[in-house]
């Protein structure tokens, strides 16, 4: 019995413990269960909530020049200004009088691709020479270091060297005795380039850089640069930059942040993240202005000449000396003088650590110069060194090293440094401000911006033909002609951003080599665009994917490239305007042979565009796509026929539209021309525009719009536009004039009007000027503003005496008092203020793309495609600086800005209302509306317009590369292929920039983000090759350094103002 009880009991526990088991079994399981179900979730929880708090700054620029005083014997800060910046820091410089001065002198040579000379010249004349004798010299002198930041130059005389030279220098980049700063393709200016371009140049320069060496760059040595820009130091650190040394900035800023130890600070960036900078007190970047306030005595730091400082233990240490611009009675006389400008340098920085510059233009290009500066800076630094009293310790080094140091002394002592925002602009030199380049040789930045637009567009769709597998791969592989053509193009947009060249500084002819080498390369690109759109519609000849199919599409990628234009199947309307000097599509043969109109969209999204082209007769019938005919206006040019008709392109697109003849009566409507007699003063306003979106009212009397009045608002607001010319007193760099300035259009005028169902445009014409105010009857954006088109010719042979600026004045209703909004680099907008206390040139701005007021009610912008300058000097109004002619002379170029040529401008005009707009968090930055920020897009992403007259069948009619919808919000940053030594295929990169907007939408509501974060996967966003499994991986911005690898069809997400590059091998 009791046996039978125990069997019992344990049979019970059993069960008791094998419920138990399967209890914790079926909760293990389900918690499996629900972790799988849960696990994106999870991740994207953990990753939203990996955003960083917003950093704290301490200050702003415009909270400096807010204080600035301007006087006829300089610039100055009041001294009220300490009290209300907010400087969360060590309250005084520390004491390090037992420890001794630490001093880098870094050795350097500033090589400009382009100034007096041409990128070439120099190459052949100097920098070959410097940058041999720097291998040889840096192996001979085992201690000396040097800094070198153009890659342009070293990626030339590369090509030219043989292995053991590559390898030599190889191995003093690595060992970090050469280092290379910044290791963009160009030092570029800061002000004027549009952040695409100078993202291009970062990542051509620093690709090719981890290529050959296999280092990244952490500092830059920004040291001639006529302005700072925050938007640039957003890229850099994006990139993995670390550290800048800088140098010109306001002098008056430079000196008060000298008096109170600011001469290092974090600059926060859009992305709100810092960069850690060192501004370098004195004017230039040459040994006068290296070593303390005096220039005399750093002047005699150039030792490169017949001389010979005693080294230690020599006999003639008491023997005088005779220096660059001193007699010094032995070398201990010399020495004082040298450590006493040492520390008075230092005194700025609260560390004890000095940056000592040792160079200039185009130095260190003779094997004895090297000798000399080496032997000479070495003696003198073991004296100083070997004396106890100086308390100061000299050693050769790199920037790396600088900031190495400057971090360890940091860390012990518990330095804190301020956050400071905003940009350095405009830069002064002397009683001058340097806002005259902003707008300088008009006609060169128009035709840089035009070669830009047109490689975005070549890189994209050769990115998208190689990801989509549309051209075999191995195709472009056996290519390289095709992409090396490619290449070439891209790297004269890059040479571009010098700033020497996109700011108009260079010397007369300089900017003749420029535009020539702009020239070519727009040709080029616009070539290789051209034969890629040929096999996109046309096909492979062989219509075969075998290799002799691959082998005879290379083959005719590259005879094609090679031809003329008029040989091709495929010809841009772009190089047909070089060469006609019109887009005609008909002039070379008769149209009745059919032809082909082939429009590229390189634009992430769907957009309506108003297309015309010109042809010899308007019996026409215009057959799209799909096969449907369209409608068109038509206006009469002599013998030639000017096409509008209105399509809508998919986003990353390509379609054709066949052309052929009417075998009848004309399709199309005429367009309406009326001309208006400028005598009538009686101003009735009776010129009207109108479309779906807008009506906008002109005066009959010199054609300024007067009303716009936006229908779906149901918000009508007054705006005058006046033509102005300001007598200035400038040069090439600067800007000298008063707010004074009298009416361009004076004399009589010839306005008409062109009426269609297309578009309406009023005309004004001048003998300086002629502007075109055109309202596009389309829908979505481009139906919202009043682009104006400015036709200048200040060349002296039409302009006479003219001498100053021209300038479009825009007058509104806003009250926005002294704040107006310049765009930094397109990057984001930046609050400015005119400051009546200073001269009205130092209240002239930069934009790149955009300008904008604001009041509680309204906003007003203007959008351009070209760089110029920008002032809102009253409330309500914006001036933008058009073309300039300037007499002074400067910079020992001894030359007049007189050189102009006829230009193009287009300007886009639009009015919003504000009640919706997002307050500003920061109020120095503005958020523009979706609107706005597409409205930008569509400017800068014109459309590529080809034709072709080939007689065999088009395989498609219409292509897109888009398979996931991209925000509006969102857009291609950068997009190109890779490629090696050899130019053969070596990845696809791609950037994408989320960018910040604001308020409601009237437009653009369909393709905005919904939420705080944005998920995308770059592996979905296009089509891609059915027979190449591509990885991709998210890198640092520019290519230095891998983040991770991405999964297959992984999301990543997108804040505000994050930009993300990806590579795909």
Known sequence: MNKMISVRKCLFRLCILYIGVLTLLFIFMSHIYITELMTDVLKQEILMNDSKPEIAIDFTVNDVLDHIIHERHGHFVSSKCIDKLNITRNPAKRNFSTEPLKVIVVPHSHNDPGYKKTFSEYFTRRTSKILSLVVEKLYKYHDMTFVWPEICFIEKWWNNQNKTIRNKFKYLVKSGRLELTSGAWV????????????????????????????????????????????????????????????????????????????????????????????????????????????????????????????????????????????????????????????????SGYLHNVLLLPHGDDFRYNTADEWDWQYKNTKALMQFINSNKRYNVRMEFGTLKDYFAEVKTRSEIYRLQYPIISGDFVPFTQGLYYWSGFFTTRQYLKRLGRKLQESVRAADILAALLVLSGKVPEMSLKKAPLVLRKLVDARRELDLFQHHDAITGTSSERVVKDYEKRLLSALFTSQQVMASLVELIIYGSRTDTETENGDAANENYIERDILQSPRGKSVVPTSIENMIKKESDVGRSQNIEKDTNLILYNDFTQERSEIVAFSVSSPYIVITGPTGANFSFDFFRQGERSKIYFETRLPPLSISSFKISKSHHSVSGKAIDVSNYDTRDTSDTGNLKCENSEVNITFSSYDGSPQIICYKSENFCTKLKIYWRHFIQTGGAYTLSLSSESKNLLTSRLNIRKLSGSKQCVVEVSHKLIKVEYMLKNTTGVNGRYLQVNVHTDLSPANSGNFVGELAMRVVTQVRNGDTFYTDSNSLQLLKRKFRKSLPFSANVYPISSMAAIKDDSQIFNIHSVQPHGVVGWEPGTLDVMIDRVALRTEMGLNQKVTDNKPTLTNLFLHFEQSENIKPDSKSDVMIPSRDSMLTNDLVQHPIESFYSREKDPLQKTAISFVQKNIPCEMVIA???????????????????????????????????????????????????????????????????KLKRTLSVNENVSFEEMDMKTFLFT
């Open 974 to 1040: 950068n997009m190109k292929f890779l490629t090696d030594d050899k130019y053969e295929l070596d990845g696809v990169s791609l950037t994408l920039f989320r960018r910040s907007t604001s308020g409601c939408n009237t437009v653009a509501t369909h393709c905005g983000v919904q939420s705080k974060y944005a998920l995308l996967s770059p592996d979905n966003l296009f089509e891609k090759s059915s027979r190449k499994n591509w990885t991709v991986k998210e890198m640092y911005l520019t290519h230095l």
């Open 187 to 346: 030092i570029p200016d800061e002000a004027t380039p549009h952040y695409f371009a100078y993202l291009d140049q970062m990542i051509e320069g620093h690709v090719w850089v981890k290529r050959h060496f296999g280092v990244k760059p952490v500092a830059t040595f920004d040291m001639d640069q006529f302005s700072l820009s925050s938007s640039v130091r957003f890229l850099m650190k994006e990139a993995g930059i670390k550290f800048a040394v800088v140098k010109r900035i306001h002098l008056g800023m430079k000196d008060y942040f000298m008096k109170h130890h600011l001469m290092n600070f974090y600059w926060k960036t859009p992305s709100d993240q810092t960069l850690f900078v060192q501004i370098e007190p004195y004017e230039w970047l040459s040994f006068p202005d290296s070593c303390g306030p005096s220039r005399d005595i750093c002047s005699d730091l150039d030792l490169g000449h017949d001389i010979e400082l005693p080294g230690p233990g020599s006999l003639e240490m008491d023997k005088p000396i005779r220096l660059f611009h001193h007699r010094y009675s032995n070398l201990s006389t010399f020495a004082d003088r040298v450590v006493e400008q040492l520390k008075l340098k230092s």
